[in-house]
């Protein structure tokens, strides 16, 4: 199967054209006040038209209620939900009965006891993204630019995809994928020059890095 790359966070119609230019399979919209890189209803509506069906469009959001679910469904119509808070196994269930989309559930990482969460999720979700668990005093669940150990993935056994994500940039993604074998990767800070500030250059570089690993693993296996 091919690898997923998603690039999240993106705020502005140059930086998504770039994305969706270089290739990603998925473009992420972020929906949390907190964060550098929360987007009005009014931008995701016209970020999400200019996606042309190009990309998915993935709409992150954090323990959010059914009124905030409503606006974003109205605004972007998200292809996929990416629930990045505390959201429960029946939170996964009523999200995808209600609104009819797949949901990528973000499992924050930091010991191997974090994964014991996963045969809960993965009766529901359809996605599970690892990535770094923040620290108590943080403003946000994620976005923060940080990794976790990629080892405590090694030996997974999960019957569903995941991605893996947390402090991913050009120059350690392969080695991320190498070590997780993830089915595909997300990045927010590693493509931006300062927070909720993409950078058109660190996009392409990160695509171009992950779809590196795809292309030397494909050659490996027709020789
Ligand atoms: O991007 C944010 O601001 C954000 C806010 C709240 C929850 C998650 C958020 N981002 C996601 O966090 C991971 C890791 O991001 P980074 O590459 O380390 O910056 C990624 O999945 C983002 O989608």
Redesign the pocket.
């Given at each position: 199967m091919s690898l997923l790359v998603?690039i999240?966070?993106l705020s502005t119609r140059e930086t998504l054209q770039t994305a969706l230019d270089a290739g990603a399979d998925m473009v992420?919209f972020?929906f949390?006040p907190?964060?550098?890189?929360?987007l009005s209803l009014e931008l995701g509506r016209d970020l999400g038209r200019q996606v042309k069906q190009r990309a998915l469009k993935v709409a992150?959001t954090?323990d959010a209620d059914d009124a905030t679910l409503d606006n974003i469904m109205d605004a972007l119509s998200p292809d996929i939900f990416?629930l990045?808070?505390k959201e429960s196994v029946a939170r996964l269930r009523d999200i995808k009965q209600k609104y009819g989309r797949p949901v990528m559930k973000?499992v924050p990482v930091a010991t191997a006891a974090d994964l014991a969460v996963l045969p809960g999720y993965a009766a529901v979700a359809d996605r599970i993204?690892f990535?770094?668990r923040a620290p108590k005093d943080a403003t946000?669940?994620?976005?923060?630019?940080?990794?976790f150990d990629w080892h405590l993935l090694e030996n997974l056994d999960l019957k569903l995809p995941y991605m893996v994500?947390?402090?991913?940039h050009a120059d350690n993604v392969a080695e991320a994928l190498r070590v997780t074998g993830a089915g595909g990767v997300?990045?927010?800070?590693?493509v931006?020059s300062a927070p909720?500030v993409k950078d058109p250059e660190m996009i392409k570089a990160f695509i171009r890095a992950a779809r590196a690993t795809q292309d030397a693993s494909q050659e490996l296996s027709v020789r």
């Open positions: 998603k999240c966070g992420g972020v949390f907190p964060s550098p890189r929360h992150l954090v990416q990045h808070g973000a993204l990535d770094a946000r669940p994620g976005g923060l630019g940080a990794p994500s947390g402090g991913l997300d990045v927010s800070s590693g931006e909720g």
